[in-house]
């Protein structure tokens, strides 16, 4: 399945319209991170770890 998003697709647009919290443009995402992992996420920072 090929990564698709953007700053413009419709999950950052709802996004940004309505405030929760959302992360786009994780290169290699779908790769990096499994299913069911925990993660943390530092938006200031640009960061993604695994969660201990």
């Known amino acids: 399945m090929p990564e698709?998003?953007?700053?413009m697709t419709?999950?950052?647009v709802?996004?940004?319209e309505?405030?929760?919290p959302a992360i786009v443009?994780?290169?290699g995402?779908?790769?990096?991170i499994?299913?069911?992992?925990q993660i943390r996420v530092h938006g200031t920072e640009a960061c993604i770890e695994p969660r201990s």
């Open 25 to 27: 443009g994780v290169r």
């Open 14 to 16: 709802i996004a940004r």
């Open 34 to 37: 499994r299913d069911g992992q």
């Open 18 to 20: 309505h405030g929760p």
């Open 10 to 12: 419709h999950g950052s």
């Open 29 to 32: 995402a779908t790769t990096r």
């Open 4 to 7: 698709v998003g953007g700053l």
